[in-house]
C-alpha cells in the first residue's frame, strides 16, 4: 500500500512540474529562434531588421538616429561568435559573442566583445534584446 501511495504521489508531482518543463523549453526554443535571427541580420549588415529585436521599452528610451544606422553602414561583419551562455538576473539569459568587424574604409579588422540580455515577455510570447545594439563604430 505504501508503494503506491508512493507512486501516486511522485506522479502527481510529476504531473504539477510538468507544465513548467514544457513552458521553459518552449521558451527556449523561441529563445534560440529570436537569437539565431538577431545573429543573422548582425552578420549580414541588416542591423535596422536586428534593432527589432531590441526590447521596445529600451528602443523608447534610446532612438537610433540616421546617423547611427548609417555608420553601421560603414563597417562589416566578419564573424560572430557565441561564447558562453548563462541565466542572468531576474530570469533573463545573457550570450557572450565576439565579433569581427572590418572598417569598409581602412579594410581593418578588429574583434569586439558584446554581452547580449534577452528577456522573456509573457504577453508577447517572445525575447527581447533589453541592452541594446552592440556600439562597432566607438574609436573610429
Known amino acids: 500500500m505504501r ?3 508512493r507512486m501516486l504521489w511522485v506522479l502527481g508531482l510529476l504531473a504539477l512540474l510538468a507544465p513548467a518543463a514544457a513552458q521553459s523549453r518552449l521558451q527556449r526554443g523561441k ?4 537569437q539565431d535571427a538577431y545573429a543573422a541580420s548582425i552578420r ?3 542591423f535596422e531588421n536586428a534593432w527589432q529585436a531590441v526590447d521596445p521599452a529600451y ?8 546617423l547611427e544606422f ?13 561564447l558562453s551562455t548563462r541565466g542572468g538576473p531576474d530570469g533573463t539569459v545573457e550570450r557572450a559573442v565576439e565579433l569581427r568587424v572590418i572598417n569598409k574604409h581602412t579594410m581593418a579588422e578588429r574583434t569586439e566583445r558584446y554581452v547580449e540580455r534577452w528577456r ?6 517572445r525575447w ?7 556600439d562597432l563604430c ?3
Open 3 to 5: 508503494v503506491i501511495a
Open 31 to 34: 529563445l534560440q529562434q529570436v
Open 44 to 46: 549580414w549588415g541588416d
Open 59 to 66: 528602443r523608447a528610451e534610446h532612438p537610433m538616429t540616421e
Open 70 to 82: 548609417e555608420r553601421y553602414k560603414q563597417i562589416q561583419i566578419s564573424g560572430y561568435r557565441d
Open 120 to 125: 522573456w515577455d509573457p504577453e508577447a510570447k
Open 128 to 134: 527581447w534584446l533589453v541592452v541594446g545594439m552592440p
Open 138 to 140: 566607438k574609436g573610429q
